[in-house]
């Protein structure tokens, strides 16, 4: 048994930098300051089990957008882990982040309080459960700046002690281990996504939801806007995620066909002069099997007048292909449906856009409403695009208001139609009563308003 004179001589002192213990930006424990602490439970309950938490791509905003953007996610990320430790897991576990990988966060799992509770049995369990209840925050962290799914790649690993072995030796397996297994659990995962996916598209699990698009002098309702979502309960009933998904898996042709058919389905016996504003891909404008008289015979079975469909057109390969896209749309524009080009002002050339495409409507994107009326650079982009819309022969409408401010402004600045939870949310049917007047909202001018333009902000 070793005395205390030879347990001394096992450390020296040096000086070590202090993140190698602890990350004060973080503000959580490296594997070497809670270094005793984990060798304790290997030792003590003869095996360690650990979890790893690693955001694929997150390394990348480093790259991309530098060290301050990159710590400031970084830091929500650990603030997203930091709950769920507190959430899901017990107060003797030990969260640290890795010395050398400061993507990845660790868990080491404590010993059970109980000796007939088997830790082992819920290990994977466990760490899935993790996976599910974070990868949402963190594709909404991430999506500003990645555009992509990014998602949580979460492992497990297990070492027994071996007195053969050191423990810090174990101890960095079962890490290297954990995080393989993350890789692995992450790709798995993609596989059952996709095949998730491939299945929605065949039985057709989607439904169609429409949203008001009024008039925004006389509040009148001149069409709606239809919308696709998955079903409910799955990840799928995000249509945002659905789409990005689709793109990352190959099926966004695929995706995008069934969204439209079902969308005319859904308006089959609508006996209305209202607008349908139907997203579109550009390569399902190409689609031979849609355009020209197969689609016109369709709009004629299902009822649907086609000067009363809109194809709102965002994606970024119409401004590579103007020439052929041109000639693709020629066949829509025969039979009377023309398109809109969405989310003006989210970027994608806009000005270029415009200029070759002469689209019917212009759909002012969400990020120059929001708070319109306190920024007057976002007034004046839209006085411009108003004018610029006037001169071409365009309709412009705003998406996503939601305040009566909001409303007053584009009013003011004369945009034609407006769009947002303000006039109406997403529904399954369209309502007849919300098609005649939106006097229930009480939409008022506010006070300031009336006493004189709102003091604006830059922004």
Same mark, same amino acid.
């Given at each position: 048994?070793?005395?205390?004179? @030879?347990?001394?001589?096992?450390?020296?002192?040096?000086?070590?930098?202090?993140?190698?213990?602890?990350?004060?930006?973080?503000?959580?424990?490296?594997?070497?300051?809670?270094?005793?602490?984990?060798?304790?439970?290997?030792? @003590?309950?003869?095996?360690?089990?650990?979890?790893?938490?690693? =955001?694929?791509?997150?390394? #990348?905003?480093?790259?991309?957008?530098?060290?301050?953007?990159?710590?400031?996610?970084?830091?929500?990320?650990?603030?997203?882990?930091?709950?769920?430790?507190?959430?899901?897991?017990?107060?003797?576990?030990?969260?640290?982040?890795?010395?050398?990988?400061?993507? &990845?966060?660790?868990?080491?799992?404590?010993?059970?309080? %109980?000796?007939?509770?088997?830790?082992?049995?819920?290990?994977?369990?466990?760490?899935?459960?993790?996976? /599910?209840?974070?990868?949402?925050?963190?594709?909404?962290?991430?999506?500003?700046?990645?555009?992509?799914?990014?998602?949580?790649?979460?492992?497990?690993?297990?070492?027994?002690?071996?007195?053969?072995?050191?423990?810090?030796?174990?101890?960095?397996?079962? =890490?290297? #281990?954990?995080?393989?297994?993350?890789?692995?659990?992450? %790709?798995?995962?993609?596989?059952?996504?996709?095949?998730?996916?491939?299945?929605?598209?065949?039985?057709?699990?989607?439904?169609?939801?429409?949203?008001?698009?009024?008039?925004? /002098?006389?509040?009148?309702?001149?069409?709606?806007?239809?919308?696709?979502?998955?079903?409910?309960?799955? %990840?799928?009933?995000?249509?945002?995620?659905?789409?990005?998904?689709?793109?990352?898996?190959?099926?966004?042709?695929?995706?995008?066909?069934?969204?439209?058919?079902? &969308?005319?389905?859904?308006?089959?016996?609508?006996?209305?002069?209202?607008?349908?504003? =139907?997203?579109?891909?550009?390569?399902?404008?190409?689609?031979?099997?849609?355009?020209? /008289?197969?689609?016109?015979?369709?709009?004629?079975?299902?009822?649907?007048?086609?000067?009363? =469909?809109?194809?709102?057109?965002?994606?970024?390969?119409?401004?590579?292909?103007? @020439?052929?896209?041109?000639?693709?749309?020629?066949?829509?524009?025969?039979?009377?449906?023309?398109?809109?080009?969405? @989310?003006?002002?989210?970027?994608?050339?806009?000005?270029?856009?415009?200029?070759?495409?002469?689209?019917?409507?212009?759909?002012?994107?969400?990020?120059?409403?929001?708070?319109?009326?306190?920024?007057?650079?976002?007034?004046?982009?839209?006085?411009?695009?108003?004018?610029?819309?006037?001169?071409?022969?365009?309709?412009?409408?705003?998406?996503?208001?939601?305040?009566?401010?909001?409303?007053?402004?584009?009013?003011?600045?004369?945009?034609?139609?407006?769009?947002?939870?303000?006039?109406?949310?997403?529904?399954? /049917?369209?309502?007849?009563?919300?098609?005649?007047?939106?006097?229930?909202?009480?939409?008022? %001018?506010?006070?300031?308003?009336?006493?004189?333009?709102?003091?604006? &902000?830059?922004?």
């Amino acid at each position: 048994m070793s005395n205390d004179g @030879d347990r001394e001589r096992d450390y020296i002192e040096v000086p070590i930098h202090q993140g190698f213990y602890y990350n004060a930006e973080l503000e959580l424990p490296t594997v070497v300051q809670a270094y005793a602490q984990i060798e304790k439970i290997l030792i @003590d309950s003869k095996y360690l089990a650990c979890i790893t938490i690693r =955001v694929e791509n997150l390394n #990348q905003i480093e790259y991309q957008y530098g060290s301050t953007i990159y710590h400031k996610l970084l830091r929500q990320v650990a603030t997203i882990i930091s709950d769920l430790k507190q959430q899901e897991f017990r107060d003797e576990d030990i969260f640290v982040i890795d010395l050398l990988d400061i993507d &990845t966060f660790v868990l080491f799992l404590a010993a059970p309080r %109980e000796k007939k509770t088997t830790l082992l049995d819920h290990l994977e369990s466990l760490a899935e459960r993790a996976r /599910a209840t974070i990868k949402s925050q963190i594709f909404d962290t991430l999506y500003p700046y990645f555009k992509v799914h990014s998602k949580p790649s979460v492992g497990y690993g297990l070492v027994v002690n071996n007195p053969m072995i050191s423990n810090m030796r174990l101890i960095m397996q079962l =890490v290297s #281990q954990a995080k393989k297994m993350g890789e692995f659990m992450s %790709e798995r995962q993609g596989y059952i996504t996709k095949y998730m996916l491939q299945k929605t598209l065949i039985q057709e699990d989607i439904h169609t939801v429409f949203q008001p698009i009024v008039d925004l /002098a006389t509040l009148e309702v001149i069409g709606y806007e239809a919308l696709s979502r998955g079903k409910e309960g799955t %990840e799928f009933a995000s249509p945002m995620l659905m789409f990005i998904l689709a793109a990352e898996y190959g099926l966004s042709f695929e995706l995008d066909a069934l969204c439209r058919r079902k &969308t005319f389905e859904s308006v089959r016996d609508l006996k209305t002069d209202k607008k349908i504003f =139907v997203n579109t891909l550009t390569m399902t404008i190409h689609d031979p099997e849609f355009r020209g /008289a197969y689609l016109k015979q369709l709009l004629e079975d299902l009822k649907i007048k086609p000067e009363n =469909v809109v194809f709102e057109v965002n994606e970024k390969l119409a401004i590579d292909n103007y @020439d052929l896209f041109r000639e693709a749309m020629q066949d829509y524009l025969d039979i009377g449906i023309v398109h809109a080009s969405d @989310d003006i002002g989210a970027g994608d050339s806009d000005l270029e856009r415009i200029m070759e495409l002469h689209p019917g409507f212009l759909k002012i994107d969400i990020g120059l409403v929001r708070n319109l009326d306190t920024s007057i650079v976002k007034q004046e982009i839209i006085k411009a695009m108003v004018a610029l819309a006037k001169g071409i022969g365009s309709l412009i409408v705003a998406e996503g208001v939601e305040r009566r401010e909001e409303y007053w402004k584009l009013r003011g600045l004369g945009v034609t139609y407006g769009q947002g939870y303000l006039f109406g949310k997403p529904s399954l /049917a369209l309502d007849a009563e919300c098609s005649t007047s939106f006097a229930e909202l009480e939409i008022v %001018e506010p006070a300031a308003s009336k006493a004189g333009p709102v003091t604006p &902000t830059r922004s």
